[in-house]
């Protein structure tokens, strides 16, 4: 097991920006996708953004041109940048790697949007 920590939740108003960090404590080998996920009270939890295998990022719908997924390979690092926040964003953010040896997944951090 290989844990992953994340940062930078909190509380944002709507319309404002939030940034995530993502960081792995240990070396991950054979990565097949690295992001975010979301799950929101009474939901499931839903893709935000990841990098594929070929790093392309695919981004869920309901965040296109409001986040940007940002990588650090060396680091074994993942960013979410969050812009234009709304009510719909609130929600525990978790970081996701995939292996061919096993899925990882951070403790989760909460996004909060409210005035």
């Known amino acids: 097991q290989v844990p992953l920590v994340e940062s930078g939740g909190g509380l944002a108003q709507p319309g404002g920006s939030l940034r995530l960090s993502c960081a792995a404590t240990g070396r991950i080998s054979g990565i097949k996708t690295m992001g975010w996920y979301r799950q929101a009270p009474g939901k499931e939890r839903e893709l935000v953004a990841v990098?594929?295998?070929?790093?392309?990022?695919n981004y869920g719908d309901s965040v296109k041109g409001r986040f940007t997924i940002s990588r650090n390979k060396a680091r074994d690092s993942v960013y979410l940048q969050m812009n234009s926040l709304n009510y719909e964003d609130t929600a525990v953010y978790y970081c996701n790697v995939n292996t061919p040896w096993g899925s990882y997944w951070g403790q989760g951090t909460q996004v909060t949007v409210s005035q």
């Open positions: 990098f594929t295998g070929d790093s392309r990022p």
